[in-house]
C-alpha cells in the first residue's frame, strides 16, 4: 500500500494524487461494506439452506428461578463451543389432566411445596452429563436430543424427569442450534417444522384484557376476554392498537367502579367485580369503539371450563359460593347467542377436557375458529383423536403441555394435516423468555397470545414479534400480517 501510495505521488501532481488516494479508499471502504452485507444475508437464510456449523455441547446446567406468580421454575443455561444458550420454563394455573407432569419438590415448608430443585438435579445430574456424552450437535440434531431426553425418563406423561426439566434443555438446545447455523431462532424453528416457505407471516396478538376464572379474584368464571386486531396491517400496529383499546379499558372500568377495580389479574388483564360473560363484553365493545377501531379489532373468549366443570354440569358460579348450574346444553345455548351478538371470532375450551359429546355437537354448526387447550393438551394422539370425531377445527399450542419444541411442531403438524388451525399460547405462570414468539413465527401460526400489553413478562413477547417484523423488514424479507386469514396463515 505504501508503495502504491509513493508511485501515485511520483506519477501525478499533488492535488491530483490526494483526489485518487481519496477514491481508492472510498472503494475500499464500499467493498468491505458489500462483504459484511453479503456475510450477513447468507448468514440469514432460512435453516433449511443456510450455511451451518457444528457446535459441541459442554455442559448443561439448571437452576431454580421465580416466574411471574412468584412460585419456582427451571432454569437452563446450556454451554457450548459458541456461548451459553438458556431458557426459562413457563408453568399454567389451570392445567388439564392430559398435560405433561411438571415435577414439584412437594415439601410443604419450602415454597408451599412448589419448588424444582428435584427437576434442577435431573437435569445436572443425568440429562446434561447424558446429552454432553452422546456427542449430539443442536445444529442438527434437535430431535435426536428430545428423543434421548424422552428416552431417558421413559414415561408417557414425563413424569419421573419432569416436563419443566427436559423442555428447559429442548429450548435452550434449539436456541443453540440457531446460534450455530447463524440465524435467528424463528428461520432455525421453521426449518425444524419442514417449512420451504420464503415468506414469513407475522401473527394477530390475541390480548388478554379482562382476567376471570383460576386467574383473578373476581366473580367470572370465564377466564379470558381477548381482542385481536385483525384489521392491523403490520404487528407493530397491532400492538399499537391493542395497547390503546386496553388504556381506554382502564379509563371506561375506573369511570363505572372506581379505582379499586383496576387491579390485575395473572396475565395483566383487568378484573372488575362483574360475573357475566355479557358485562365483559359490553366493556370490550365500548372500549374497542371509543379507541376508535370499531370494525377492525374483535374479540376471543377463552372459558376454561374445566375449571367449573363438576359432576357433568357447568357451574357459573364456582367462585362465589353461589351455584349458578347450566348443562353442556344450557352452556352451547349461551355461546351461541355470544357468538351472534358480539364481534367474536374465536372461542377457547368452552366444554370439559372430556366432554365430547359437547365439543363435537358444538362444532357442527360453529363459523368461529374453536380450539382445544385442555381437550388437546398439545398432544398428538388426542389431536387425531379430535379430528376423528370433529371436535374442533383448530388447537392450541403450549410448548410445556408437551414438554419438548419437537413434539410441540408435530402436534401442530398433525393440527395442519388436517385442515385445522394452530393458536400459540403462554402461560398464566410466565416468564420473561421470549421463545414462543419466535415459536409463532416459525411455524406460520397466524395468531398468539400472550396476555396484556402489561407487565413485563407478557410484553416481552410482543416486543419479540415487533424485533422480529423489523429484522424482516431491514434485510427486505418477506413477510405478511396474518390478519383476517389468521386461521390459514400456514398455507
Known amino acids: 500500500m505504501d508503495s502504491t501510495i509513493v508511485y501515485i505521488f511520483r506519477r501525478y501532481s499533488p492535488e ?27 448468514r440469514r437464510l432460512p435453516s433449511f439452506i443456510a450455511v451451518t456449523f457444528t457446535m459441541s455441547i459442554r455442559s448443561i446446567r439448571a437452576s431454580q428461578r421465580l416466574d411471574s406468580r412468584g412460585k419456582p421454575t427451571v432454569q437452563v443455561d446450556l454451554i457450548t ?7 426459562l420454563v413457563p408453568s399454567g394455573a389451570s392445567k388439564g389432566d392430559y398435560e405433561a407432569v411438571e415435577l ?41 436430543i428430545d428423543e434421548l431426553m424422552i428416552k431417558l425418563d421413559g414415561t408417557d406423561d414425563k413424569s419421573k424427569l419432569g416436563a419443566n426439566a427436559i423442555l428447559g434443555v429442548s429450548m435452550a438446545a434449539a436456541r443453540a442450534g440457531a446460534a450455530a447455523r447463524g440465524i435467528e431462532l424463528y428461520e432455525f424453528l421453521a426449518g425444524q417444522s419442514g417449512s420451504t416457505q ?11 384484557v379482562l382476567n376471570g376464572g383460576d386467574h383473578s379474584g373476581n366473580p367470572m368464571a370465564f377466564q379470558e376476554f381477548m381482542i385481536a386486531p385483525v384489521g392491523a396491517s403490520s404487528i407493530a400496529q397491532a400492538v399499537q392498537w391493542n395497547a390503546e383499546t386496553y388504556a381506554t379499558l382502564k379509563a371506561i372500568i375506573e369511570a363505572k367502579h372506581g379505582k379499586a377495580a383496576i387491579g390485575l389479574g395473572d396475565e395483566g388483564g383487568f378484573a372488575p367485580p362483574i360475573g357475566h360473560p355479557e358485562e365483559a363484553l359490553n366493556l370490550l365493545v365500548e372500549a374497542i369503539a371509543k379507541a376508535g ?42 355461546y351461541r347467542r355470544l357468538l351472534g351478538e358480539y364481534p367474536i371470532i374465536l372461542l377457547e375450551d368452552p366444554f370439559g377436557q372430556d ?8 362444532n357442527k354448526g360453529c363459523s368461529a375458529e374453536l380450539v382445544g387447550d385442555d381437550l388437546l393438551a398439545t398432544n398428538i394422539s388426542r389431536v387425531k383423536t379430535a379430528v376423528q370425531k370433529g371436535a374442533c377445527n383448530s388447537m392450541l399450542l403450549k410448548v410445556n403441555q408437551i414438554g419438548t419444541v419437537t413434539e410441540a411442531i408435530a402436534a401442530a403438524q398433525a393440527a395442519y394435516s388436517a385442515g385445522w388451525s394452530v393458536f400459540v399460547s403462554h402461560r398464566s405462570g410466565e416468564t420473561t423468555d421470549d421463545f414462543i414468539a419466535d415459536l409463532t413465527v416459525g411455524i406460520r401460526a397466524g395468531h398468539l397470545k400472550s396476555g396484556a400489553p402489561a407487565r413485563g413478562e407478557r410484553v416481552a413477547k410482543y416486543n419479540r414479534l415487533m424485533d422480529i417484523e423489523d429484522d424482516l423488514r431491514y434485510r427486505n424479507g418477506n413477510f405478511t400480517y396474518a390478519g383476517g386469514n389468521l386461521r390459514y396463515a400456514y398455507r
Open 16 to 42: 491530483i494524487a490526494l483526489i485518487i488516494i481519496i477514491i481508492i479508499i472510498i472503494i475500499i471502504i464500499i467493498t468491505i461494506i458489500i462483504i459484511i452485507r453479503s456475510i450477513q444475508a447468507i
Open 293 to 334: 377501531h370499531q370494525g377492525k379489532i374483535k374479540i376471543g373468549i377463552d372459558p376454561a371450563s374445566q375449571s367449573f366443570f363438576q359432576k357433568g354440569s357447568y357451574n357459573l358460579g364456582f367462585k362465589t359460593g353461589q351455584d349458578s348450574i347450566l348443562s353442556a346444553t344450557d352452556l352451547a345455548a349461551l
Open 355 to 362: 366432554d365430547w359429546e359437547a365439543f363435537v355437537d358444538f
Open 81 to 87: 463451543s459458541r456461548g451459553t444458550f438458556r431458557a
Open 198 to 208: 420464503a415468506d414469513y407471516v407475522m401473527p394477530v396478538p390475541f390480548m388478554n
Open 104 to 144: 414439584r419438590d412437594g415439601d410443604a415448608s419450602v415454597f408451599q411445596g412448589n419448588g424444582v430443585l428435584k427437576a434442577c438435579a435431573n437435569v445436572n445430574e443425568l440429562l446434561g452429563p447424558q446429552i454432553v456424552e452422546s456427542g449430539l450437535d443442536p445444529a442438527h440434531d434437535l430431535k435426536k
